[in-house]
C-alpha cells in the first residue's frame, strides 16, 4: 500500500497544537509578569516577562511560516531575533532608569511569579523538545523557551537575596543579566536565520 501522507499530517497538527498552547501559555504569562512586576517594582520580573512576550510572538510567527518556503522561514526567525534584541536592549535601558530612579522590589512577590513562570515554561519547553534540531523558525521557539526557564530560576534567585539583603541591587543585577543573556541568544538566532537565508537562495547543484 502507498503511503497517504496521513502521519505526517497528524504530527504536523499535533506540533501546531503544542505551538498554540505556548503562545496562550506565555501570552498570559507576560500580562501576568508585567503586572506583578509593575507592582513590586522588579526589573527581574519585567526582563522575565517581557521575554515571555517574545517567546509569544516567536511561536505565533512559527505557526504563520508553517507551510512556507525555507526563505520565509529564515525571515521569520529573523524577525524573532531582532524583536528579541528590541527587548533585550530595552530592558537594559530600564535597569539603567531605575539605578538612577531608586527602586523597592519586592522579593516575596518575584519568587511567587517567578516559580509559577518556571512551572510554565519548564512543561513548554519539553512539549518543544522536538523542535530542539528542527527548522531555524522552530528551533528559535526551543531557544527563547530555553532562555525563560533559566530566567525564570535567576529571578527566584535574587527574589531571595532581595529579602535577605534587603537591597534592590540583586533585582537590578539580575535584571541586566537576562538582557545580556537575551541579547546573546537574539545574535545566536539572527545569524542561524542569516545561515539558513543563504543556504534556501543557493542554486540548487545539478547532479
Known amino acids: 500500500m502507498s503511503e497517504c501522507g496521513c502521519h505526517a499530517e497528524a504530527s504536523n497538527e499535533a506540533e501546531r497544537r503544542i505551538l498554540r498552547l505556548a503562545l496562550v501559555l506565555n501570552a498570559t504569562m507576560f500580562v501576568v509578569g508585567v503586572i506583578a512586576g509593575l507592582i513590586a517594582q522588579s526589573m527581574g520580573l519585567i526582563a522575565d516577562s517581557l521575554d515571555m512576550l517574545a517567546d509569544a510572538s516567536a511561536y505565533g510567527i512559527a505557526l504563520v511560516a508553517w507551510q512556507r518556503t525555507a526563505s520565509f522561514k529564515a525571515s521569520a526567525a529573523t524577525l524573532s531575533g531582532t524583536l528579541l534584541l528590541i527587548l533585550g536592549a ?42 530542539r534540531h528542527g527548522e531555524v523558525h522552530l528551533r528559535a521557539t526551543w531557544l527563547f523557551t530555553r532562555v525563560d526557564v533559566i530566567a525564570n530560576l535567576a529571578v527566584i534567585v535574587s527574589g531571595v537575596l532581595v529579602l535577605l539583603l534587603h537591597s534592590a541591587v540583586p533585582d537590578l543585577v539580575i535584571g541586566a543579566a537576562i538582557a545580556c543573556y537575551v541579547l546573546k541568544e537574539a545574535l545566536g538566532i539572527l545569524r542561524e536565520a542569516k545561515e539558513a537565508r543563504i543556504a534556501a537562495l543557493a542554486p540548487i547543484s545539478k547532479p
Open 90 to 131: 530595552g530592558v537594559l535601558a530600564g535597569v539603567a532608569w531605575r539605578l538612577v530612579a531608586g527602586s523597592h522590589p519586592e522579593g516575596g512577590w518575584m519568587m511567587g511569579i517567578a516559580f509559577i513562570a518556571l512551572i510554565v515554561n519548564a512543561t513548554v519547553l519539553r512539549l518543544l523538545d522536538r523542535f
